[in-house]
């Protein structure tokens, strides 16, 4: 999946990491001849790439054929002429990742709503409701920190997890960086799904600002919710074929890396311990991924 987005034209220049991030937004879709992209009425969002096969628009004299280039997701009457294999990327709550506008933007000058957008844009809030989002945005409470201040130290008890609203911060464990985080990542949420200490360090790296979230809406607003859904298939994606594929877990220790190597187009199957297999489920539909308990 990595090396088939690097051939897309609007990926080309994102780093490994960024790549990641983008396959968790992506989806593999096949459909047989003869069959409309879009149904009648409706609108699809995101971007479509062809990897396999042919189209045809109704007012475009020529077929569409596989290209690093999208095909435009609002043209109307596209139908199948042979089998077709399409990937559909959703872009919108990672823009960020290819917007090069936001790499001249210093951390603490993102407006104040900046966050709260690419919060309630990603997969883990698309599933409830804008009460639900009331309830958890009216629960946060703003913590101003300096650059070099630790927002998290490994070894600590969580009662809280965190969405940075402005600024920068850096999570490492051991001393290695595993992550950089902009204004809208969501952290901190490992302890209180395991009940475990903390596993890794947070440290602010830019002035900023962070909003706390305490365990009690975490678990109820959040957790239990989408642990307890039976899915989180996109609302705007046509369905497609996702292989089910078992994961057996038995410790939280690295279970996040694990994670990252996981084909975010398939549906996952989870077994292990109970308290384990809890959190590998969140932390794959927090990622969009297909992931029920067995």
Not at 243 to 263: F, G, I, N, Y
Request: aromatic fraction near 8%; charge should be positive; charged fraction near 20%.
């Amino acid at each position: 999946m990595l090396q088939q987005l690097k051939r897309l034209a609007p990926f080309q220049n994102l780093d490994w990491s960024a790549l990641q991030t983008l396959a968790r937004h992506a989806t593999l879709i096949d459909l047989p001849a003869g069959r409309p992209i879009q149904a009648p009425g409706k609108t699809l969002s995101g971007q479509y790439y062809l990897l396999r096969g042919k189209l045809k628009a109704r007012y475009l004299p020529n077929t569409i054929t596989p290209s690093p280039e999208p095909v435009f997701p609002g043209f109307a009457d596209i139908v199948t002429l042979t089998p077709v294999r399409l990937l559909h990327v959703d872009v919108d709550p990672i823009a960020f990742l290819f917007d090069s506008s936001v790499e001249h933007i210093e951390p603490a000058s993102l407006s104040s709503d900046c966050w709260q957008s690419r919060f309630l844009q990603s997969h883990m809030l698309a599933a409830l409701s804008h009460q639900h989002w009331q309830e958890i945005l009216r629960s946060l409470s703003a913590q101003s920190h300096q650059a070099g201040e630790w927002i998290i130290r490994s070894g600590d008890r969580g009662d809280r997890c965190f969405i940075l609203a402005s600024g920068a911060a850096l999570v490492t464990r051991a001393g290695v960086a595993l992550r950089r985080l902009s204004p809208g990542d969501f952290f901190g949420e490992d302890a209180l799904l395991s009940g475990e200490r903390r596993n890794a360090c947070v440290k602010m790296s830019a002035q900023g600002v962070v909003m706390a979230m305490d365990q009690r809406v975490f678990h109820r607003w959040l957790a239990d919710f989408l642990i307890a859904e039976t899915g989180t298939e996109g609302r705007h994606q046509p369905v497609c074929n996702q292989p089910q594929r078992s994961l057996h877990v038995t410790s939280t220790a690295e279970l996040r890396e694990r994670l990252e190597a996981v084909d975010p187009c398939s549906h996952y199957k989870i077994t292990g311990i109970d308290r384990v297999a809890r959190v590998a489920v969140f932390l794959l539909r927090q990622r969009g991924i297909r992931a029920t308990l067995r």
